[in-house]
């Protein structure tokens, strides 16, 4: 079945640090590709997402690129800030049907001043 | 706030005992879905409903487990006789049909079972 795997947290970093999140998927077909975002105690919120090849998400000064050819989504940022810390988790759906998310299991980031 | 709203927020019962979760989706939005997250992992899905019709249903969703979204608009997800494997975080998200099917999800409801 469609899987996400992303990489292990978690990270810590200094702020104004350059952040760095891999993620790669296995799925059939062309799907979306998505990070979503959990501040400490707040619910997920969509951070970007991209829908097709070669599309970059923006958001928030993050970014990721969809790269078909190697299924990967890796999300970066030039500076990080304090504010920034939180769990970040890379998902994928499939358009049509359900939609429903698939997600990796997610990263927590840490942003020391 | 017009976001999706889960209640209870926290729910501790004792082993064996039946529990009930409400979500209130955003009141345009006619897709909702339920998802588990336990501990250091992802959410994942449970269960689907476009309008008031279940769509699709994951294999995790055991017979103890039932959802319902009567009207299209609230929905409710029951869990019979609790397992302490069934302690976790339960999600809800709503979102719409077509141009921006953007998820929008709710802070989620705790489940301690003892």
């Known amino acids: 079945g469609d899987s996400v795997t992303q990489m292990e947290g978690p990270v810590t970093l200094s702020e104004e640090a350059f952040l760095t999140i891999n993620c790669t998927y296995t799925a059939t077909g062309y799907p979306s590709l998505f990070w979503y975002v959990q501040y400490p105690g707040e619910g997920l919120q969509l951070l970007l997402k991209?829908?097709?090849?070669?599309d970059k998400g923006s958001n928030k000064g993050f970014e990721a690129t969809y790269r078909k050819e190697t299924t990967s989504f890796h999300l970066e940022k030039g500076s990080v800030q304090v504010s920034d810390s939180a769990v970040y988790f890379c998902a994928l759906s499939k358009q049509g049907g359900s939609e429903k998310l698939v997600f990796g299991k997610g990263t927590k980031l840490t942003v020391n001043p | 706030d017009t976001g999706v709203s889960q209640n209870p927020r926290h729910k501790i019962t004792k082993r064996g005992q039946n529990v009930t979760f409400r979500c209130d989706p955003i009141?345009?939005?006619?897709?909702l879905y339920w998802y588990r997250q336990t501990l250091g992992q992802g959410p994942e899905f449970l269960t689907y409903?476009?309008?008031?019709?279940?769509?699709?249903k994951s294999r995790l969703l055991s017979d103890r487990f039932s959802a319902e979204r009567p009207k299209g608009s609230f929905s409710t997800l029951e869990i019979q006789r609790t397992e302490q494997g069934d302690s976790a975080m339960y999600l809800c998200a709503s979102s719409r049909t077509g141009g921006n099917t953007e998820a929008f999800f709710g802070q989620g409801t705790r489940l301690t079972v003892v």
């Open positions: 009141s345009e939005h006619n897709r």
């Open positions: 991209a829908t097709k090849a070669d």
């Open positions: 409903f476009q309008n008031e019709a279940q769509l699709e």
